[in-house]
């Protein structure tokens, strides 16, 4: 009921249902209802005092129907429909918090911390988390609660506390006195219930610092150690911490770099993978493409009670646009997200292979952003940056569901990484180190531009065997018709780390060359 206070009731497991669920999860308890007779409580008070319990004899964990041991042979089947889209990608982004206008920044984030990348454990002895941290810097107004709220609801196992509300003890663990036995217990925090999930803190800001602190430990190794009332010991905190602040005075200055925007000691923005700035800028296009996009949300939305009682569904859009204006093609239904979020999770394993990427590149990235952090400030660069880019790649590999990691999907994490330190310097340099990094980043224009010329080799190529077998044959005049393999323009664009020639091929400078797609004998054709 409103306003009631969560009951608590004892529950006896014994035998084989001792250690069946884990702190955090939600379980429904079959028992028999039992009291005994308690005699110190009896002496105490002056009357018969009997303690209730619960003796259980069955134990059931209430696993939605997206937890990757729930899903059906056709839910498989469309996760893998799903996977073999090439634009599945930007599908995921667009159909990340749907009702929140652009953001794509925050959204891909999200979905890297989401899909999550690959633990490592060298040799028992050294392990690298595979938990990608994300933290979201900005003005009031600009939707991040409700982005760690739409996290909660999407992950398959969520934890959210509030600034304030959330202390040192509360996040990590907690020692206490057993009222009973008289005997210390141990109880576990947010990020420890939060085990193999996300833990999602708001109000970042407003927490004590020495709660802060508490928290170091948890982010990098994992791990909550804990030496209090003679209990020494270790808990396992393998989660994704996403995090909202507010910068100092409420909004976000410009002219000031990141640290000095929010009061963050360096060794905890070092530790978030991904620092996601958001400003509420004067736009006149932007705002009344926004303002469009809310009342379109308020028109299409139906009252609470209506979907509360089943008499409606809640509506969905069907197509998503973003804000540059680039329709990204159909949303992905959420229960149809979550699967393929857990699916995700539980059975891919990308991994990072000598050949697939190009080492020199980040070597050569990391020199230039270590360099140029000295130079402008912001926030420091640390080899924790370059597992980062590691834990990124794997994290887009996985939502494409790749057994390997990609070249795009360096890109995409060196795209990332290169934002998130670009975004959190002073306005006054961000234009030329976007000039100095623009190296490091292959653009669709350039990708086109590369196809274009190999196809327009490889037709020349055809057009001198062609005129050359013609003066064989005694004829002199130039065919009118070359066609070529699509196979082998697959081949010779995957040389140049490009794996997707179709998209390529249905697009528009594709068929301002002249160029024709005959996907039924799998040729490209050029007529003259």
Known sequence: PPGRVPRTKEVVFLDDLVDIARPGEEVEVTGIFCHSYDYYLTQRSGFPVFQTYVSANHIRKKEDASSAHNLSEADRKLILELAADPNIGKRIIASIAPSIYGHEHVKMSLAMALF???PKNVDDKHRIRGDVNVLILGDPGTAKSQMLKYAEATAPRAVYSAGKGASAVGLTANVHKDPITREWTLEGGALVLADRGVCLIDEF????????????EAMEQQSISISKAGIVTSLQARCSVIAAANPIGGRYDSSCTLAENVELTDPILQRFDCLCVLQDTVDPVADERLASFVTESHM?????SDVARGAALAPQ????????GIDSGDLIPQALLR?????????CRPALRGGTFDQEKIASLYVQLRKESVNSGGVPIAVRHIESIMRMSEAHAKMHLRDYVRDDDMDASIKMMLESFISAQKFSVRRSLRRSFAKFLSSGEDRVHLLLHILQ??????AMYQTIRQKQRGGGEAPEVLEVPLEEFESRARDRKIYDVVEFCKGQPF??????LDMGRRLIVKNF
């Open 511 to 516: 068929e301002e060359a002249g160029y024709a």
């Open 205 to 216: 800001d407003k927490m004590n610092e020495q709660d802060r602190t508490s928290i170091h």
């Open 300 to 304: 299409l939305s139906i009252p609470t």
């Open 457 to 462: 080799d490889m037709m020349r190529n055809e």
């Open 116 to 118: 999550g990348a690959v």
């Open 339 to 347: 699967k393929y979020i857990q699916y995700a999770r539980a059975n």
């Open 317 to 324: 859009r069907s197509r998503f646009e973003s804000s540059d």
